[in-house]
């Protein structure tokens, strides 16, 4: 009767722990699929957070391009009277919106920023004016040019010429409406417009920034806690343990070494780490090319892509002066070119130059624009030697430019040489090249000085 009863203890025993072991089993399996579908959450917050900076990015981009568009299409007009740039300039404002379509795209993002939304309605109240003027400008040379403005859309036919303005004469007021388009008023305001408009995209980029590293937080404290749960249930179902232990704890562990270390995070795993490597990885990419980009632009001249002061700067740090050269130039007239032509075309004649001192010199020859329309060649590997082989180069490079490209006018270049092995160091050689150069200028320009 004793043993029986002891029996029916043990029994009693078990059964209360198989149940206690089912019920462990249900809990923890209950916390790892509340946990898994609070890390796919977090995992969809990176997704949406990357998708929105891309879309910010490409927001603030068609902003930019429609924005130099119409100035472009509204300058060309008034520089050629050409009315296919009035219809380009109406296809862009009124149908493409570029600029209107992103500012709008932004301000929907920036709903509950208050000085954000301010930003964009000054943006949207200076758009505004950009297109006023862009508008006086047009009708000015319609009535300069003798145009029927009914042929043009209503905007424009409700655009009134003031008093004093309709009494000049065409060729004044074809005058005064190229002077609107590059006056210091209407530069300032496309500037202030894209300033704006970049300060939005910061905000934007910082919220995405804590969005994605509240997430990161999250995952590592859903992490943790996911291990002790899979701790246990491995000592209940083994394989299921070694299996979660291979698809999601060494690869999420491998992950956030390679985040810490700010190196991409090999894809592979399961289906959400796979997510976050390629959303993670896309991120860290933008995020490197932007620095990659702020780094090359801090040493290029946005204008010609050659190098600008800073990066010429940096490459005489580096100059064996002894076995090089320095070749200062400028374009001969450049200021009467740009009085004539207008600063477009001077802009469009120093990309021009600069493309054909690039395809002159060697490629370990760099080409800097210091200034204005002055530029810097670094020969290396060169000598007093080589004063024939220069000669001849700058030669070749003004009648190049001799030949007339579009609406361009011919250009030539000054150029004034020192070479490293007579000096001392490099500001004496720059000076030297400076002083040959003024030579040149003061004579009858085109040509090459040598410094003695």
Request: aromatic share 8%; glycine share 4%; with cysteine.
């Amino acid at each position: 009767m004793e043993n029986q009863t002891k029996t029916a203890s043990n029994e009693v025993s078990l059964r209360t722990l198989d149940i206690a072991l089912i019920v462990i089993a249900v809990i923890v399996t209950a916390a790892l699929i509340f946990i898994t579908h609070k890390v796919s959450n977090s995992y969809a917050e990176m997704k949406q957070a990357t998708e929105d900076y891309i879309s910010w990015q490409e927001s603030a981009t068609d902003m930019k391009l429609g924005s130099a568009y119409l100035t472009d299409q509204a300058r060309n007009f008034a520089m050629t009277a050409n009315v296919k740039y009035l219809n380009n300039y109406f296809e862009e404002a009124y149908v493409t919106r570029r600029r209107g379509n992103a500012v709008a795209a932004l301000r929907t993002e920036l709903l509950d920023d208050t000085d954000a939304q301010e930003l964009l309605q000054t943006s949207l109240s200076q758009s505004t004016e950009l297109m006023v003027t862009e508008l006086y400008t047009m009708r000015l040379v319609i009535d300069a040019n003798g145009y029927n403005v009914k042929n043009y859309p209503e905007t424009l036919q409700h655009t009134s010429i003031k008093w004093l303005d309709s009494l000049l004469t065409p060729e004044k007021k074809i005058e005064l409406a190229r002077s609107m388009l590059y006056e210091d008023e209407y530069i300032e305001k496309k500037a202030q417009i894209d300033d704006n408009v970049q300060t939005c995209i910061d905000m934007l980029v910082q919220k995405t920034a804590e969005r994605q590293q509240n997430a990161i937080e999250e995952a590592r404290y859903l992490l943790t806690t996911h291990s002790l749960l899979v701790g246990l249930l491995f000592a209940l179902i083994a394989a299921t343990a070694m299996l979660t232990a291979f698809l999601m704890i060494r690869p999420l562990y491998r992950a956030i070494g390679n985040i810490n270390a700010n190196k991409p995070i090999s894809v592979g795993g399961a289906r959400e780490l796979r997510f976050l490597a390629r959303a993670y990885n896309s991120v860290l990419a933008a995020t490197q090319q932007r620095t990659k980009q702020l780094a090359y632009d801090a040493t290029h001249d946005k204008l010609t892509g050659v190098y600008n002061r800073n990066g010429y700067e940096a490459l005489r740090e580096q100059m064996d002066y002894a076995s090089s050269a320095i070749l200062i130039l400028d374009i001969d007239e450049f200021k009467k070119i740009n009085d004539t032509y207008g600063h477009d075309a001077g802009d469009r004649i120093l990309s021009r130059v600069s493309s054909v001192l690039a395809l002159s010199f060697r490629a370990d020859d760099p080409i800097c624009r210091i200034g204005g329309d002055e530029f810097v060649v670094l020969m290396s590997n060169t000598g007093l030697r080589h004063k024939t082989l220069i000669r001849k180069k700058i030669q070749q490079i003004n009648d190049t430019l001799q030949m007339p490209i579009g609406d361009l006018p011919p250009v030539s270049i000054s150029v004034g040489v020192a070479f490293g092995e007579s000096y001392t160091d490099g500001d004496d050689c720059f000076k030297a090249a400076d002083e040959a150069l003024y030579t040149v200028k003061n004579g009858d320009r085109r040509g090459v000085c040598f410094a003695s």
